[in-house]
């Protein structure tokens, strides 16, 4: 009798042992697979409803404290978006911090990328042997360093025609088949590709430069007019009414894209003010790309010489939160 009562409390304890031994694989096998679900799962990255950012050289971009003094005044300002330099002036490629770009994104900031493409525009065709695999490059290490926008600058030929031999379709094409290039290159790094183009361009059709907005709208995600009223130099009602310049330039490249949303590039700079005094210039701009349907505005000051334009936007975001 004894045997056969422990036999079977040596089976009793052998079933006990073997549902706690399941049931603890089962809890692992869950919370790994939690885990797992967890890292599918990684929140996707939210891009800004509307764009309010400026422009920085190379030098903040590879320096984090410099940066960490932008970040701060950009906040102040209501900014939420940055463009910054991965070239030199030279146009040569710098490796940016990935420490830098997580620090922005920790901060709320839009980290864009900005690379020159053809410096001064395209005037010898074909473009020498390298330059366009180099310029690629430095646009897969900068997704690489934690950009969320890859914008290409100057991706258009010179403004003087003197490559006479391409007809405007063959030009088109051209600078067409770089930004698809582009795109290709970058799709597995969840980046928005951006291009920017003269302010004249959403007002024109059948420009030298290559750029028209038809064109490239199915070939980029951001198309950004710089509408410098300073630049319109064939009226200057323009020149003097930046108001109008800036809603009429963002208003009809938004009409001629589909795909595309419009950021424009806003004048940051002392030029050709007209009777307008510099706060009133930028303030006129800002509230011009917000009744336009744009999605966003850029300030452009290549000396990066920000104080009155933060004052303004953090003025003008304060006396309409609803706007942010």
Not at 210 to 221: A, T, Y
Not at 313 to 324: A, H, P, Q, S
Request: charged share 25%; hydrophobic share 40%.
């Amino acid at each position: 009798m004894k045997k056969v009562y422990l036999a079977g409390l040596m089976s009793a304890i052998i079933l006990v042992l073997g549902i706690s031994i399941f049931a603890c694989q089962r809890s692992i096998g869950s919370t790994l697979s939690a885990d797992i679900s967890k890292e599918k799962k990684a929140p996707e990255y939210v891009f800004p409803e509307f764009y309010r950012g400026f422009y920085l050289t190379v030098s903040p971009a590879l320096n984090l404290e410099e940066l960490k003094t932008w970040v701060e005044r950009a906040k102040k300002a209501h900014m939420n978006t940055m463009v910054l330099d991965v070239q030199n002036l030279r146009s040569q490629r710098r490796d940016i911090p990935k420490e830098n770009i997580q620090y922005l994104l920790d901060n709320g900031i839009h980290p864009i990328a900005r690379i020159v493409i053809f410096p001064d525009g395209l005037s010898v065709y074909p473009p020498p042997q390298g330059l366009l695999q180099d310029r690629y490059d430095a646009a897969i290490a900068a997704c690489e360093a934690g950009f969320k926008e890859i914008q290409f600058d100057y991706i258009r030929f010179n403004d003087s025609n003197a490559i006479r031999n391409l007809s405007l379709e063959q030009r088109y094409a051209f600078i067409e088949g770089i930004l698809k290039t582009l795109r290709e290159k970058v799709k597995d790094y969840n980046v928005r590709t951006a291009a920017d183009v003269f302010g004249r361009i959403p007002l024109n059709r059948g420009d030298i430069i290559g750029q028209r907005m038809e064109s490239l709208d199915p070939v980029v995600d951001v198309i950004c007019p710089m509408a410098y009223p300073s630049h319109y130099t064939w009226d200057k009602h323009l020149q003097h009414d930046p108001y109008k310049t800036v809603l009429m330039t963002s208003q009809r490249a938004v009409e001629r894209v589909n795909h595309a949303i419009i950021v424009t590039w806003v004048q940051a700079f002392q030029m050709r003010l007209g009777p307008n005094t510099y706060p009133d210039y930028i303030r006129k701009q800002v509230q011009a790309v917000h009744d336009s349907g744009a999605s966003g505005y850029i300030f452009w000051n290549a000396r990066q010489q920000y104080d009155v334009p933060f004052e303004v936007t953090e003025k003008f975001y304060g006396d309409n939160k609803n706007l942010l």
